[in-house]
Nanobody
Framework: QVQLVESGGGLVQAGGSLRLSCLAS????????MGWYRQPPGKQRELVST??????NYADSVKGRFTISRDNAKNTVFLQMNSLKPEDTAVYYC???????????????WGKGTLVTVSS
């Protein structure tokens, strides 16, 4: 089995910073990509940022404010969030594309989410 566990969410004032972490554990052969999605209240889940190899991708709404990074040795992905805005309030979900064994084509796994609340 594979488990993704997020941490680092919380309440912060506008302009503040938070750092999210996500640890993938279990039967893992290789992680090809990791990233973050978020679901604001009453809205659909949306992409925040992904990282695969040396490439990163960001939603336009977070470019220049959020930075994604990854510790491959620890199967961990981070999201440094600076200059937070009230519209960043959402449940943030970690994602990973994981191969569990040789011959496995890989599938997407998700964490349960961590709530980020930005007050104005």
């Amino acid at each position: 089995q594979v488990q993704l566990v997020e941490s680092g969410g919380g309440l912060v004032q506008a302009g503040g910073s938070l750092r999210l972490s996500c640890l993938a554990s279990g039967s893992i052969l290789r992680i090809s990509a990791m990233g973050w999605y978020r679901q604001p209240p009453g809205k659909q889940r949306e992409l925040v940022s992904t990282i695969s190899g040396g490439s990163t991708n960001y939603a336009d709404s977070v470019k220049g404010r959020f930075t994604i990074s990854r510790d491959n040795a620890k199967n961990t992905v981070f999201l440094q969030m600076n200059s937070l805005k009230p519209e960043d309030t959402a449940v943030y979900y970690c994602y990973a594309r994981i191969r569990r064994y040789v011959g496995d084509s890989g599938m997407d796994y998700w964490g349960k989410g961590t709530l980020v609340t930005v007050s104005s």
